[in-house]
């Protein structure tokens, strides 16, 4: 089963709640779909939850972007083994864990973003 760890949860300026979420996953040998990470609502459909807007493939060091979100939807490569990425998530909920393909994980308090990731952009949708 491939392990999956949040990084980090950041702070990001912008005229609606959302941060940006870094991720780790280990061992994805068959792959996942980002789409698929996203956090319930109790009294809403699923349809409605949450899930991640403008993701980035990172290197393994967290220090550069490899593919973004419109260039990994093109290569679903970028999504095996080990893969270290970040995306924005509005909304966010630090009381409930992110859903994701490979079970529940828990989310760190919010820190501020590092200068390394300073080069990743939100733009509102």
């Known amino acids: 089963m491939p392990q999956i ?3 980090g949860v950041y702070s990001i300026e912008a005229p609606e709640p959302v941060h940006l979420i870094e991720l780790s996953v280990r061992g994805a040998d068959n792959g996942f779909a980002v789409g698929e990470f996203t956090q319930e609502v109790s009294d809403q459909p ?3 939850w949450q899930v991640p807007f403008m993701e980035q493939i990172l290197s393994a060091d967290g220090a550069k972007i490899i593919a973004d979100d419109s260039e990994a939807s093109l290569k679903p490569e970028l999504f ?8 924005f998530f ?3 909920d630090f009381q409930r864990p992110l859903r994701t ?3 529940d994980a828990m989310l760190p308090m919010e820190s501020e973003c ?3 990731l300073l080069m990743i952009k939100y733009d509102q949708p």
């Open 5 to 7: 760890e949040v990084i």
């Open 46 to 48: 699923q349809s409605n």
């Open 80 to 87: 095996r083994g080990d893969v270290r990425f970040v995306f």
């Open 90 to 92: 509005h909304q966010l």
């Open 101 to 103: 393909p490979f079970g």
């Open 114 to 116: 590092p200068n390394r």
